[in-house]
């Protein structure tokens, strides 16, 4: 038997904090089409389950044309059940109107459901949701009873850290559920892939979001497929990427550099070292600590890589170092200024660099950039 975890697609997410408002559309149809396949390949594959740990969608008012989207995907695929335990952005009752599809479970909204699966030997497969009060999960978890002899999956949303819980309403303790039974608990609400033992027998596992949507998101997503030997009720985990674009957060230190061409070439290499396809996105930093003098244009370089991917943002962290000893008998204006600058105690280094670089570059004419 194989069953699919899922988590935080957050259909129809406007998009719109870095990308422009076409870019935005596009990404917001590119999140809604990989639900969709998710669900194609549970049709495919012959998945007897998928589970939606929560923020399926990510607004309340979200599109009518996406919901029919998710509605439909579903249907296409009635041998598959989709079990559905909302999120902290599940704020609509979507489907909880008479014309939900029948292979679509939503689990109560408050305390703990049951559903059974059962096999050919006999031996059951329990998916149990648990969905918080206003208190949070402490009477669910109170009430809390599993069946030794079953295979249980638990379903939850929040954040668990460390086996300690932070009191917030989301938060779960996974302290509360060690010896409880559970043979895999499958999480919703951080959006990376991470997983972990929980004793006596089982594991917890956030599956993470399918499609990244923000630079804190990088680096592969998808879901996790279980696959359950019915025979031995044991079953084992494989992470499925999926995500139509992946977003890249890389470090490019130019120490060394002088010129704006030679720091294209070091982001072309670390392009070229770490594979980044085009038409993903792209955020490049800037690190290392650079002369005075460097001819530095962040515009150009913006221009250079801006149509090669889908989208591309620059960030400098990269710092002027300065020889304070160089200038500090020179008989002049910079002179005089790095002097002043060293001895104010109120500026960080990193502003030190900026104001004398800037100084540097007016006093020779030249154009100020930082």
Known sequence: MKIIHCADA??????????????AAIR???????FCRIADYAGSEGVRAVIIAGDLFDTKSARIGAQNRIKAAIEAHPEVNFYYLKGNHDESDYFEKGDAPENLIIFNKE????????????????IAGIVPDSNGF??????????????????????????KGSGKADSID??????????????????????????????????????????????EHGFVVLDVDE??????????????????????????????????????????????????????????????GIEKDIDHVLRKFADRFFFFDLKDKSRVAIDYDEYMHEASLKGELVRLLK?????????RGKIVRCAVLALKGEEITL
């Not at 917001?28 to 990989?34: P, Q």
């Not at 079953?235 to 030679?262: L, W």
């Not at 001895?343 to 502003?351: A, G, K, P, R, T």
């Open 10 to 23: 957050h259909i129809d997410s406007k998009m719109e904090s870095k990308l422009d408002k076409s870019k």
């Open 343 to 351: 001895e104010d105690e109120n500026l960080s280094e990193e502003m």
């Open 111 to 126: 305390g703990i459901t049951k559903y059974t699966l059962e096999t050919p030997t006999g031996k059951n497969v329990v």
């Open 231 to 292: 025979e031995q009720m044991t079953y084992e985990i494989q992470f499925v990427p999926i995500a139509k674009r992946t977003i890249h957060v890389n470090e490019v230190d130019i120490s060394g550099c002088m010129t704006t061409p030679e720091i294209d070439k070091c982001i072309e290499d670390t392009i070229a070292e770490y594979a980044i396809p085009d038409d993903d996105i792209v955020r490049i930093v800037l690190t290392g600590e650079t002369d005075i």
């Open 174 to 219: 996974l302290s509360r559920l060690k010896n409880r039974n559970i043979d895999y608990l499958a999480l919703g609400h951080y959006h990376s892939y991470t997983s972990g033992d929980l004793p006596s027998r089982g594991k917890y596992c956030y599956s993470g979001c399918p499609e990244g949507r923000g630079f804190d998101e990088e680096g």
């Open 28 to 34: 917001r149809d590119e999140i809604l089409d990989t």
């Open 138 to 163: 402490d009477k669910a978890l109170t009430e809390l009873n599993l069946d030794y002899d079953n295979m249980n999956i638990v379903v939850m949303h929040g954040a668990a850290d460390n086996y």
